[in-house]
């Protein structure tokens, strides 16, 4: 039986899958014992990849083009695109259109995507929803190391004698990664591990020291283990010296950072605290793997740096074992990042200075390009609230349920002129295209992703579209077409973008930018169906990709020397009468469950919307186990079940993001959440709601 090797389609892990197809019909899909990213394993998600792709199937699947509710052909559908796109330029200006995209599209489907927007339509309004998930990170590492780059490898965790993991239950949502740490441990009696989370988590099996920190005060944390490294000598000086820029500024800033103050903001033991820093100081392979936890936050970009700052001065990142490795939620938010998917970024990692902006416009030879950042995703929404935006291309994602404020992004959706949403199943936000395009799902689309550790994999079609579903990627070329841009978008397939896409990363790029997969840039057809998993950068010098990044003290910045950042890091506070909500995922569900939500085995743990309470609050207010409560707030409100649980602090609540409104009219979380975003990344705060809860 014919094998086809692909990567599962869920989380930022990248496992490989092995697919055992016969006649268009799935047979199995396993674990492939090979990938690097997994070795053998999966999680639930994964091992149910067979039931998924069947109930996805059989269940409310898009198969042709509707435009205004009648079924039409592609070719009318994508001049209807077309016609409105230059309608809204010639009325409104090339900022009155904007896409939205999604760290579920592919690589080679990004890239076209934004070549169009950015090189020919000519905005940058082009965001995705990974802004939603790691932008702080992006943002963090470029300020500390003048780059996009994550420093570490999967490997890392298997050698490192610490690991401290910072807002992330990687149990449920790394679950392999975490898979990866259990074996590790197992291995080295002398390793530990550290959870940095407000809530107990099914991380915490594994934890030697867990700091139930108040919400949103880890910068608080690592500005005093800096200090605490500064005045025990923990500091290597010498790696200071050599590479660094802006040590003093930090350790200014970190001055007033005592045990007492950290325990005081925190609200944790100090004894908690002390542990935490003597284990740090005195561990030199030390891994922080950090996730939405730190991200999605006010200050997220600061935090990611004040823990960035700690492994500068202790000079830990470069060598097997050690490094702050942000981990990614989406199957392809990095390759979303390497294509130029955020609105503040070009292609290949450039930015919007004069000499980028020049050298993709020469690259692309376009007849224009965008010169500033385009509308990050929080205020892309606010202009299409607003009337701004006139002509808005949302694909595979469902800001309807997902994005802060979903109220309002579904009145913004609804006053748009033209909403098209290209998707593989009927959404939230489906319900308010005026132009609905069927995409290929996972199974049917053939191109690459790249996973948390930078590792580009290919994922594989193995069987038949139905109906007349198409590539993401297709559908933008034949767009491009009708604009009359054919001679730049001659694609034939997934190939000749991903050369094309390669070739742009080594353009005029003498080392001065880390992303560069050049080596790949003349792969034949052949090659690049076949590729196997690397990672970046692949160039004439490292053919074989590139493990672990900045070994030779060097980096992107314009002196070459890494720099400390310093924030000021700030608390939330709930008054009196209200909770800060926390939300996050289940380990068996993804996104907005338009897919999983499909399977039994993976709804029938939590087949129900939840709110978790302390048992102290749940006694005040009345509310016992199971009963249904409200939950609410200017916004909006939620109605849900109480889970009265010692896994959550008093004064603090959890619920999970996944139920969207197809499942019930109060079961979206994100209607809570402010619109509040990080000044830096543009990422909201998605961690820290203020809301009161009473019996429904
Ligand atoms: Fe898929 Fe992530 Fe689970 Fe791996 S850990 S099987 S990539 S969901």
């Given at each position: 039986m014919p094998e086809i090797l692909s990567t599962c389609p869920y989380c930022g892990v990248g496992c490989g899958v092995s697919v055992s197809v016969l006649d268009d019909d799935v047979k199995t899909v396993l674990a492939t014992p090979t990938h690097p990213a997994n070795y053998g394993r999966l999680c639930s998600k994964g091992s149910n990849l067979k039931e998924t792709l069947l109930s996805v199937r059989d269940g409310n699947r898009?198969?042709?083009?509707?435009?205004?509710?009648?079924?039409?052909?592609?070719?009318?559908?994508?001049?209807?695109?077309?016609?409105?796109?230059?309608?809204?330029?010639?009325?409104?200006?090339?900022?009155?259109?904007?896409?939205?995209?999604?760290?579920?599209?592919?690589?080679?489907?990004?890239?076209?995507?934004?070549?169009?927007?950015?090189?020919?339509?000519g905005t940058a309004n082009v965001d995705t929803n990974s802004r939603l998930c790691m932008s702080s990170a992006v943002a963090a590492y470029k300020r500390a190391f003048g780059s996009d780059s994550v420093p570490c490898c999967y490997e890392d965790l298997d050698v490192a004698d610490l690991i401290v993991l910072v807002g992330s239950n990687a149990a449920w949502t790394h679950p392999v990664l975490y898979q990866r740490m259990v074996a590790a441990?197992?291995?080295?009696?002398?390793?530990?591990?550290?959870?940095?989370?407000?809530?107990?988590t099914a991380t915490n099996d594994l934890v030697d020291l867990h700091l139930p920190l108040l919400p949103s005060t880890d910068g608080f944390l690592f500005q005093g283990l800096l200090r605490y490294l500064i005045q025990t000598d923990g500091i290597d000086q010498g790696y200071i010296d050599r590479h660094t820029d802006g040590f003093e500024a930090a350790a200014n800033s970190a001055e007033a950072m005592s045990l007492e103050r950290v325990s005081r903001e925190t609200g944790l033991d100090q004894s908690l605290v002390q542990t935490f820093f003597d284990w740090f100081l005195a561990t030199p392979k030390t891994v922080s793997f950090y996730s939405q936890?730190?991200?999605?936050?006010?200050?997220?970009?600061?935090?990611?740096?004040?823990?960035?700052?700690?492994?500068?001065?202790?000079?830990?990142?470069?060598?097997?074992?050690?490094?702050?490795?942000?981990?990614?939620?989406?199957?392809?938010?990095m390759g979303g990042r390497e294509v130029g998917g955020l609105a503040n970024q070009l292609a290949a990692h450039m930015d919007f200075s004069s000499g980028d902006i020049d050298r993709v416009q020469r690259f692309w030879n376009s007849p224009r390009i965008a010169n500033e950042a385009g509308l990050k995703a929080v205020d892309l929404f606010e202009a299409v609230a607003e009337g701004?935006?006139?002509?808005?291309?949302?694909?595979?994602?469902n800001p309807a349920v997902s994005l802060p404020n979903s109220n309002k992004i579904r009145a913004a959706l609804e006053i748009c002129p033209t909403v098209i949403v290209s998707d593989v199943t009927h959404t939230d936000t489906s319900d308010f295209a005026d132009i609905v395009l069927p995409a290929l799902g996972w199974g049917e689309k053939d191109g690459s992703v790249t996973n948390s550790e930078r590792r580009i994999s290919r994922q594989r079609a193995f069987r038949q579209a139905p109906g007349s579903a198409k590539a993401d990627w297709w559908a933008i070329t034949q767009v491009a077409h009708q604009l009359g841009f054919?001679?730049?978008?001659?694609?034939?397939?997934?190939?000749?973008i991903f050369v094309e896409h390669a070739a742009l990363s080594g353009f005029e790029n003498q080392g001065s930018r880390a992303f560069d997969i050049s080596g790949l840039s003349d792969l034949s057809e052949l090659e690049y169906q076949e590729l196997t998993p690397i990672q970046w950068p692949v160039t004439a010098t490292h053919p074989q990709g590139t493990d672990r990044l900045f070994e030779d003290g060097q980096f992107y910045t314009a002196s070459g020397r890494a720099q400390f950042v310093s924030g000021k890091p700030k608390k939330i506070q709930a008054k009196k009468a209200e909770f800060i909500l926390n939300t996050g995922r289940l380990r068996d569900q993804w996104?907005?469950?338009?897919?999983?939500?499909?399977?039994?085995?993976?709804?029938?743990?939590?087949?129900?919307?939840?709110?978790?309470?302390?048992?102290?609050?749940?006694?005040?207010?009345?509310?016992?186990?199971?009963?249904?409560?409200?939950?609410s707030n200017v916004l909006g409100r939620v109605v849900m079940r109480a889970e009265v649980s010692q896994s959550i602090a008093s004064g603090q609540l959890f619920s999970p993001i996944h139920w969207n409104q197809q499942f019930a009219t109060h079961a979206v979380v994100c209607n809570l959440i402010e619109s509040v975003v990080d000044p830096v990344s543009g990422q909201p705060e998605s961690k820290a709601a203020i809301v009161a809860i009473e019996p429904y």
């Amino acid at each position: 039986m014919p094998e086809i090797l692909s990567t599962c389609p869920y989380c930022g892990v990248g496992c490989g899958v092995s697919v055992s197809v016969l006649d268009d019909d799935v047979k199995t899909v396993l674990a492939t014992p090979t990938h690097p990213a997994n070795y053998g394993r999966l999680c639930s998600k994964g091992s149910n990849l067979k039931e998924t792709l069947l109930s996805v199937r059989d269940g409310n699947r898009l198969t042709h083009p509707v435009v205004y509710g009648e079924a039409v052909s592609w070719s009318e559908a994508t001049q209807t695109i077309a016609r409105k796109i230059e309608q809204s330029i010639a009325q409104y200006g090339r900022d009155s259109v904007a896409f939205y995209l999604s760290g579920q599209l592919l690589t080679e489907d990004y890239y076209v995507a934004n070549k169009l927007m950015k090189g020919f339509i000519g905005t940058a309004n082009v965001d995705t929803n990974s802004r939603l998930c790691m932008s702080s990170a992006v943002a963090a590492y470029k300020r500390a190391f003048g780059s996009d780059s994550v420093p570490c490898c999967y490997e890392d965790l298997d050698v490192a004698d610490l690991i401290v993991l910072v807002g992330s239950n990687a149990a449920w949502t790394h679950p392999v990664l975490y898979q990866r740490m259990v074996a590790a441990k197992a291995n080295n009696p002398n390793m530990r591990v550290v959870s940095i989370d407000p809530r107990q988590t099914a991380t915490n099996d594994l934890v030697d020291l867990h700091l139930p920190l108040l919400p949103s005060t880890d910068g608080f944390l690592f500005q005093g283990l800096l200090r605490y490294l500064i005045q025990t000598d923990g500091i290597d000086q010498g790696y200071i010296d050599r590479h660094t820029d802006g040590f003093e500024a930090a350790a200014n800033s970190a001055e007033a950072m005592s045990l007492e103050r950290v325990s005081r903001e925190t609200g944790l033991d100090q004894s908690l605290v002390q542990t935490f820093f003597d284990w740090f100081l005195a561990t030199p392979k030390t891994v922080s793997f950090y996730s939405q936890g730190i991200n999605q936050s006010a200050t997220g970009t600061d935090k990611c740096n004040a823990i960035i700052n700690c492994h500068l001065a202790t000079g830990r990142l470069g060598y097997a074992g050690a490094g702050p490795f942000s981990i990614t939620g989406q199957p392809n938010a990095m390759g979303g990042r390497e294509v130029g998917g955020l609105a503040n970024q070009l292609a290949a990692h450039m930015d919007f200075s004069s000499g980028d902006i020049d050298r993709v416009q020469r690259f692309w030879n376009s007849p224009r390009i965008a010169n500033e950042a385009g509308l990050k995703a929080v205020d892309l929404f606010e202009a299409v609230a607003e009337g701004k935006i006139k002509v808005l291309w949302i694909m595979a994602t469902n800001p309807a349920v997902s994005l802060p404020n979903s109220n309002k992004i579904r009145a913004a959706l609804e006053i748009c002129p033209t909403v098209i949403v290209s998707d593989v199943t009927h959404t939230d936000t489906s319900d308010f295209a005026d132009i609905v395009l069927p995409a290929l799902g996972w199974g049917e689309k053939d191109g690459s992703v790249t996973n948390s550790e930078r590792r580009i994999s290919r994922q594989r079609a193995f069987r038949q579209a139905p109906g007349s579903a198409k590539a993401d990627w297709w559908a933008i070329t034949q767009v491009a077409h009708q604009l009359g841009f054919q001679e730049y978008f001659p694609y034939q397939s997934p190939h000749a973008i991903f050369v094309e896409h390669a070739a742009l990363s080594g353009f005029e790029n003498q080392g001065s930018r880390a992303f560069d997969i050049s080596g790949l840039s003349d792969l034949s057809e052949l090659e690049y169906q076949e590729l196997t998993p690397i990672q970046w950068p692949v160039t004439a010098t490292h053919p074989q990709g590139t493990d672990r990044l900045f070994e030779d003290g060097q980096f992107y910045t314009a002196s070459g020397r890494a720099q400390f950042v310093s924030g000021k890091p700030k608390k939330i506070q709930a008054k009196k009468a209200e909770f800060i909500l926390n939300t996050g995922r289940l380990r068996d569900q993804w996104h907005t469950m338009t897919r999983t939500g499909a399977v039994p085995a993976l709804t029938v743990h939590d087949p129900l919307p939840f709110v978790q309470i302390n048992p102290e609050d749940a006694l005040t207010l009345g509310i016992k186990h199971h009963q249904f409560v409200q939950v609410s707030n200017v916004l909006g409100r939620v109605v849900m079940r109480a889970e009265v649980s010692q896994s959550i602090a008093s004064g603090q609540l959890f619920s999970p993001i996944h139920w969207n409104q197809q499942f019930a009219t109060h079961a979206v979380v994100c209607n809570l959440i402010e619109s509040v975003v990080d000044p830096v990344s543009g990422q909201p705060e998605s961690k820290a709601a203020i809301v009161a809860i009473e019996p429904y």
